[in-house]
């Protein structure tokens, strides 16, 4: 809440009888294109009550309430993130955005060595280069949420302090740039627990994706004994580096809903995978 995306965009919510807090969430004020339109949206995330009939009809009665709010205050999308077992039961009208869990391989030299790839660290001062290959990216599908600065900075905060406030070395966040002269030209977010990875996001100024699938070598060539780590992401319609391959698929078992809200609301969007980009990061 103190980032400054945070500050203007994101509440804290809560469905109370009395003292008893009934059902609660979090209320995302954001923006995003559809068939190159400009939305306002509101996410619903963090959704919490009991599971139950009652908590149901809460967690229902608190939804309706912020998006009647919402689109009276000019919101005409709704986007719900929700667990699987509650996303399906509120569901209703709404229906899920398709989202496929992949599990990915990476080619690796078989002298376990890093590629020569200038990696560092990444800095406040890459985020403007991020948003960039964002953009360039979203241009190709019908839907993405409109990522500026203080977003990619805001889901980076989230992430980090999950890490940094948590078990000690139960979670890492890695946050690594290969970069051209001082300007970063690709870059992963990856959280780490055990030897699972999240690709929670990543993006390349070349359209293959080469850099990004070189930084994952490094990556993964810095602990050349260990064991190596299964990694899940979700990616973009149409962008795999070229030494990253497929290993399995799967639908995603996390849901996001979407609908249309508001006096001049239209029928939900019919929208397959290969019309969405959105990021893990995204799941707020």
Partial sequence: ????????????????????????????????????????????GSLRADASKAGDAHAATLIDTLLADAARDGAEMALLFSPADLGA?????????????LT???????????????????????????????RVRAERVRFHLDRDSDFIQYVITRKRLLAGLGSAHARQLHFFIAEEGVTAAAYVIVSVVGDAWTLEECGDRDAS?????????????????ERRPTI?????????????????????????????????AIAPPLLCADDVLFWRNDLL
């Fill in 232 to 264: 899940r992401a979700w990616l973009p319609p149409g962008f795999l580096p070229p030494q990253v391959g497929i290993a399995s698929s799967m639908p995603s078992p996390d849901t996001i809903s979407v609908g249309m809200i508001g006096p001049r």
């Fill in 104 to 134: 990915l391989s990476v080619a690796e030299s078989p002298r376990h060595g890093a590629p020569m790839t200038m990696v560092r660290g990444g800095e406040e001062r890459d985020l403007a280069a991020i948003v960039a290959m964002g």
């Fill in 1 to 44: 809440m103190k980032t400054s995306w945070g500050g203007r965009h994101q509440r804290t919510v809560a469905l109370v009888d009395g003292e008893n807090v009934l059902a609660s969430a979090d209320r995302y004020d954001q923006a995003g294109t559809l068939d190159g339109r400009a939305v306002r949206v509101c996410a619903i």
């Fill in 89 to 101: 039961r509120l569901r209703g009208a709404f229906p899920v955005m398709p989202l496929t869990d």
């Fill in 209 to 225: 994706g080469a850099r990004v699938g070189a930084l994952l070598q490094a990556l993964i060539a810095r602990e050349p004994v």
